[in-house]
């Protein structure tokens, strides 16, 4: 991978979607101002820039490791795979996934390392990884799900107040000791001549991020949001040392619908840009997988307002706990599972079903 500085900047003629930027250290040191700015971007689009947040360094050294990782044989790395049933831990092969209902397959291969695993190193609770993986455990893959489970923790208590819900509802739900599909993930997408819009190959499609949160980093541009009242994808502009975060479906159920799991995709980057392998990096923060997704009515009048406004309560009572919401959501992706259109449809979150008005 090329250092960052040997990179084309993103082009400043191709139109973007502003983010709010949050400083994580205000944030931590609980800044009302700070705490506003993060309420108005979760809860109107969903996403937003996070600076400060004290990880470069470990995010440097996790694409290192995902560069190693990717360079090893594809037999090798097919040892590791996270097969089709629904587990997303492993690696993942490029066209494993559809990025649409007609089935067209995704361009990016990536390894999800699970946070249990590395949390119980030189133990596994789930699975085992390549060597290249196991070698970075100590001074790389901890350090950094350490820090990105803090920064995510700090997210989440942020919210659970503004939301008015019991000291440390949001936290239980997100417990370090139990089971869950919490992950880090480091993602490469080959370099592509760019193409005519009309056949655009998409790297990765539609959709909206599976758990709760989403710390997310990247040089190149090719993420793209579909915002609010639009119908066009607007890029989200890289900007070094910013981390992009996002809200995932899992709270957007646990608060009705109040904070916003927004649409995105990722497609090549732009311009002179796409001539590059474009490498991102996210931690994911899921729930425990017994935990049932439901709206936390009954825990907060904030909540229990929400769900009482929406046209649709009953997407807040999916009735399925996280590890079935992640399970299904996998599974139908797969190309190997795809039977026709309905199994993207089976593979959908919350996407198309606005929560709130
Ligand atoms: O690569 C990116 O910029 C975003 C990746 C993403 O949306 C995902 O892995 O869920
Ligand atoms: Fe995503």
Request: hydrophobic share 40%; proline share 8%; with cysteine.
């Amino acid at each position: 991978m090329p250092g960052i500085t040997a990179l084309p900047p993103f082009p400043t003629d191709v139109p973007t979607h502003p983010l709010l930027i949050v400083d994580y250290q205000l944030l931590v040191q609980n800044d009302e101002d700070e705490v506003n700015k993060l309420w108005k971007a979760a809860t109107e689009l969903g996403f937003w820039y996070l600076k400060n947040h004290g990880v470069d360094v470990e995010v440097a050294h996790m694409f290192d490791m995902g560069a190693e990782t990717m360079a090893l044989p594809l037999e090798e790395k097919m040892k590791f795979e996270q097969g089709d049933d629904g587990m997303s831990h492993g690696y993942k092969a490029a066209g494993a996934n559809a990025t649409d209902a007609s089935g067209v397959k995704d361009t990016v291969e990536f390894i999800n390392i699970s946070q249990d695993d590395v949390l119980a190193y030189p133990e596994f609770v789930h699975r085992t990884y390549p060597y290249t993986v196991n070698a970075r455990m100590q001074n790389t893959i901890i350090p950094f799900v350490t820090k990105s489970v803090a920064v995510n923790e700090t997210i989440l208590s942020v919210f659970n107040e503004k939301l008015g819900l019991p000291k440390g509802a949001l936290a239980q739900l997100h417990r370090l000791d139990v089971p869950s599909n919490s992950e880090a993930r480091c993602i490469k997408n080959p370099p592509k001549p760019e193409q005519p819009a009309a056949d655009l190959k998409v790297a990765i499609g539609a959709h909206t991020d599976f758990g709760s949160l989403s710390f997310l980093h990247n040089r190149l541009g090719g993420l793209q949001v579909l915002p609010p009242g639009y119908t066009e994808w607007h890029y989200v502009k890289p900007i070094p040392g910013h981390a992009i975060c996002n809200i995932g479906d899992s709270l957007a159920i646990f608060s009705g619908g109040v904070l916003r799991s927004n649409l995105h995709r990722v497609v090549p980057p732009p311009r002179e840009q796409s001539k590059f392998e474009r490498w991102s990096l996210v931690f994911f923060t899921r729930p425990g997988s017994s935990i049932e997704l439901r709206a936390l009515a009954d825990q907060s009048p904030v909540i229990a307002n929400a769900v009482a406004k929406s046209d649709n309560p009953e997407s807040f009572d999916p009735k399925s706990t996280a590890g079935e919401w992640f399970a299904r959501r996998i599974k139908n992706q797969r190309v190997k599972n795809r039977t026709g259109p309905e199994t993207w449809a089976a593979s959908r979150g919350t996407e198309h079903a606005p929560l709130v008005k």
